[in-house]
């Protein structure tokens, strides 16, 4: 590592850690790094403005301060530190160190990534320490650290490369949501550059991957081989924000899906913890299969064939969804474009790719221009009635939605068919191509998706009924497909029929008038609607919802990431929402995941137009009781709460259950719809009512005025009751009660929210009639003046109810506070005490290792002891012998004495 670069780099260590326990990383960098600064985790603004003066950063995180909840887990630390960093910093200046592990091998690693995948997105590489022998253990992952640090250099040099090719008249970055640099070829000359500009791809990449690991693909695709087919290449990194990677689509007109083994593993799709399913499918239905290729790099050259093949066979997706998915081992990516035969091969078949994509595009919309040129010229729409200008917009409605800009051969043949009265799923024709046939494949598994038995769904089975209790079927002229009779019979035996007919049955009874004319604006009384579902979970957990409302109105899905964003684009189109909830993904903590989303989507649509749906593993009688105490932002943000259970999921439409929660949903959604049918109509409606009603007898409107009155009393005590019983009920409801118009009105019964406006609309209308009929005025005021009195009376009521509410969901709020309080203090408690219990555990690991130590130290005592005694023994063995033999030897001496002697005696004596 060159000096300058030292000097020039920050690199900070962020941790829960203190700064000693981070001694063994820092001693490594600072003989290498000219300023290391160590940042203590914090969730504030000072955290943020000491990582953003750094040029790299490394996110420690020690399992003394926890377990390895890093991100993408429920109480994870460090989601948003690690996503403020890649977004500030890039995922090529953050490095993930996780100390004090157990273990610390691939397997380890691999385990991590995969259950937080969030680390291989957000950083560049994963370091795992174990407990003992740390510096060993960093000194062995030093390459990876130094190429962690030269990577700030290799980073300004790459920015500075794209600097120099992005043009000065792209938008700002407010404007453009593309992510990455974008690239204009340079002026080439080509001699097989045939192809106008105007039909040049503009092409993106896609892939959560690091930029930096596809450059080489940008590089080819702007080099003269591509010029005459590639306009400009775009990077589009694909992040928890959807709504950005939707948007970023209608920027380019060719996508490349690419992944990277690398990454982890290859789970494009079809597969457990997938990451390209939705996007892919999203691709398909934008730019549909011949423009979408699938680039997989860093393979193992030895398993290349065998690789390919599995994913062909374990993710079918890949071949359906995209024209040809195209493999390279590490390799071939490093030899480059000319050294290798196979890449050359490899390269051709993309360019021949997309230049096919051209070609098919410049052909196909030269033959619809020929078409179009022979077609006879449509009605102007001052000729046209009502019904063919309806169908015309629905026609082009549906051709503007993704997937149906182009009709196929197939669809024409399966609607000749069902003309004809044969089943298009029975038989086959040889004659259709193999995209053909998927899409006849795909028209039955979508039928086979749908909720019920037989041909036809539940849902059709009810709105059959209804329409025939409304007034018999509607038939269709000719082969109008199913959406267009579905319209018609929208408008014929919709909300808007149903409301003129109890709300006026009366009237048109006493006055003999043979036929009420209905506005066209109330015909038209849910063409508007549009029912989006939004939720944290995966889209297949609410497919059998969504394809049993899907056949009465517009649905769509919105997918809401971890990290609240404003839901401004999804509910640009929406009129009504539904917020669902799985217990898989947790507890049924909905409001505590998901308040926010709530609060905005009842301030942007409103209360009455939100409903939360909450799948649950069982439930009972007091269920949604107790998840309105404990979360009243549901009560207070949203119509209804409705609990749906797996038996009843199950049950495919035999449980009693089921089918009244679903009919629950359906009238939610149409009382919504007709507000927004009646809303524009109420001034025409007032009118008509007066001229029906000008031949009304004044006995008549006696009699239907004391039922009135009578009915409203009856609804007084009622609502006096439910008071002093403490009814759950919101004042919403209480106003929703139901309120018979008049005794001529029957059995019948219209939807909460239509009945009290109908009554008032009448009590109103039939006043107005006294005015201008000139009756007995006496006896209409003092009608007038007890039915005020007594609504003054009844609007106190609802105030003074209100007024309870309010105090109660006041309280329970006070007491979920104070609960989610306790629950804070006993989850930090147990923390602690779980902590202590680690620690006393680890001191009676200790102490049990330091008494086995005592006792081989003790057995080694003895062991010397013996031996010991034994040498005592010999010893005191030897010193007997030696005793024994000076006893012999002084003896031996005393014998030689006396002898000398005597010798000595004799020579004397001889002398």
């Known amino acids: 590592m060159s000096g300058n670069t030292s000097q020039q780099q920050i690199v900070g260590i962020t941790s829960q850690c203190t700064k000693t326990e981070l001694k063994c990383l820092m001693d490594l960098l600072i003989p290498n790094v000219s300023n290391v600064r160590y940042i203590p985790v914090r969730k504030d603004d000072v955290w943020k403005e000491e990582v953003d003066k750094c040029s790299l950063v490394i996110l420690h995180h020690s399992t003394k301060h926890g377990r390895l909840n890093i991100t993408d887990t429920q109480g994870s630390l460090y989601n948003e530190q690690l996503l403020y960093l890649s977004k500030n910093l890039g995922p090529s200046r ?71 090719k992005v043009p000065s008249n792209l938008p700002s970055n407010r404007t453009q949501p593309v992510t990455g640099s974008v690239a204009e070829p340079s002026n080439r000359k080509n001699s097989k550059q045939s192809i106008p500009c105007s039909q040049k791809h503009s092409v993106s990449i896609f892939s959560r991957a690091a930029k930096s690991t596809y450059t080489w693909l ?77 680039v997989i790099d860093d393979l193992l050259e030895s398993n290349l064939e065998k690789t390919k093949g599995t994913i062909h066979q374990n993710q079918p997706s890949i071949g359906q969804y995209s024209q040809e998915a195209f493999f390279f081992s590490e390799r071939e990516k490093k030899s480059g474009i000319n050294k290798s035969k196979s890449m050359q091969d490899k390269i051709t078949e993309i360019k021949q790719t997309i230049e096919n994509s051209i070609k098919r595009h410049s052909l196909s919309s030269s033959t619809s221009q020929n078409s179009s040129d022979t077609e006879a010229l449509p009605l102007r729409t001052d000729d046209q009635t009502p019904t063919q200008r309806q169908q015309e917009s629905h026609i082009r409605r549906k051709e503007l939605q993704p997937g149906t800009r182009e009709r196929s051969k197939s669809e024409d043949k399966i609607e000749e068919k069902q003309s004809r009265g044969g089943d298009p799923q029975t038989t086959e024709d040889p004659a259709l191509t193999e995209a053909e046939q998927r899409h006849q494949e795909s028209h039955k598994r979508r039928k086979e998706l749908q909720p019920g038995t037989g041909e036809q769904s539940k849902s059709e089975v009810r709105r059959k009924e209804m329409q025939n209790r409304d007034g018999g079927s509607q038939t269709t002229e000719g082969n109008t497909p199913r959406v267009l009779d579905k319209s018609t019979e929208n408008q014929q035996s919709g909300i808007g029929w149903k409301y003129l007919k109890g709300v006026f049955g009366g009237l048109t009874r006493k006055t003999e008038t043979p036929h009420l004319s209905i506005p066209a604006e109330m015909k038209t009384s849910h063409t508007n609607l549009k029912v989006t579902f939004f939720s944290r979970s995966l889209e297949r957990n609410y497919l059998w919802l969504v394809t049993h409302l899907e056949e009465m109105k517009s649905i769509c899905s919105v997918n809401i990431s971890k990290n609240y964003s404003p839901l401004t684009s999804e509910l640009a189109d929406s009129t009504f929402a539904i917020l669902y909830h799985n217990q898989k993904d947790g507890h049924l903590n909905i409001t505590d995941v998901t308040d926010r989303e709530l609060k905005e989507l009842s301030s942007k649509l409103g209360k009455d137009n939100i409903i939360v749906i909450a799948d649950v593993d069982k439930s009972h009688s007091g269920k949604e009781r ?286």
């Open 218 to 294: 940008m590089d080819l695709l702007q080099s003269e081989d591509f010029g005459s087919l590639v306009k400009e290449v775009h990077s589009v990194e694909i992040s928890n924000n959807y709504s950005q990677f939707l948007s970023t689509i209608n920027n380019c007109t060719f996508a490349i899906l690419y992944h990277t083994l690398k990454f982890g593993r290859i789970n494009i799709t079809d597969v457990p913890d997938s990451i390209y399913d939705k996007e892919l499918k999203d691709l398909f239905n934008s730019f549909g299969q011949e423009k979408i290729i699938v």
């Open 626 to 911: 107790e998840i309105l105490k404990l979360q009243p932002s549901i009560v207070r943000l949203a119509c209804d709460l409705i609990l749906f259970t797996e038996e009843e999921k199950k049950s495919s439409y035999n449980s009693e259950t089921l089918n009244i929660k679903l009919e629950r949903i359906e009238t939610l959604i149409m009382k919504s719809a007709g507000k927004l049918g009646t809303e524009s109509s109420n001034d025409t409606l007032k009118r008509q009512i007066k001229e029906t009603s000008a031949g009304q007898s004044l006995n008549g409107l006696e009699s239907n005025h004391k039922s009135s009155i009578k009915k409203i009393n009856v609804n007084e005590t009622n609502i006096e009751k439910e008071m002093q019983e403490g009814s759950s009920t919101t004042s919403n409801n209480l106003i929703h009660t139901e309120l018979r118009v008049s005794e001529n009105s029957g059995n019948e019964k219209l939807p909460k929210s239509l009945q009290n406006h109908g009554g008032q609309l009448q009590l109103e209308n039939k006043i107005n009639h006294y005015e201008g009929t000139g009756g007995d005025f006496e006896c209409v005021k003092n009608m007038g003046d007890s039915l005020a009195e007594q609504q003054k009376e009844m609007v106190k009521a609802f105030k003074l109810y209100s007024e309870i509410q309010e105090k109660i969901v006041k309280e329970s709020q006070q007491i979920q506070d104070v609960i989610n309080d306790l629950q804070n203090t006993i989850i930090k408690q147990g923390q602690e005490i779980k902590l202590k219990d680690k620690k006393i555990k680890e001191q009676t690991q200790k102490i049990e290792e330091q008494d086995q130590k005592i006792e081989k130290l003790d057995q080694k005592i003895k062991e010397q002891d013996q031996k010991i005694v034994k040498l005592d023994q010999k010893i005191k063995e030897q010193k007997i012998e030696e005793q024994a033999q000076i006893k012999l030897e002084q003896d031996r001496l005393k014998n030689q004495d006396e002898k000398i002697k005597e010798q000595a005696k004799k020579t004397r004596k001889a002398r």
């Open 94 to 164: 953050v490095l993930v160190v996780l100390d004090d592990l157990e273990f610390t091998d691939e397997d380890e690693k691999k385990i991590i990534l995969c259950s937080q995948p969030q680390i291989a997105l957000c950083s560049s590489q994963l370091l795992l320490i174990p407990k003992n022998d740390k510096e060993t253990a960093y000194f062995s992952n030093i390459d990876q650290i130094f190429e962690f640090l030269k990577g700030v250099e290799k980073v300004s040099e790459e920015i500075s490369e794209d600097k120099a």
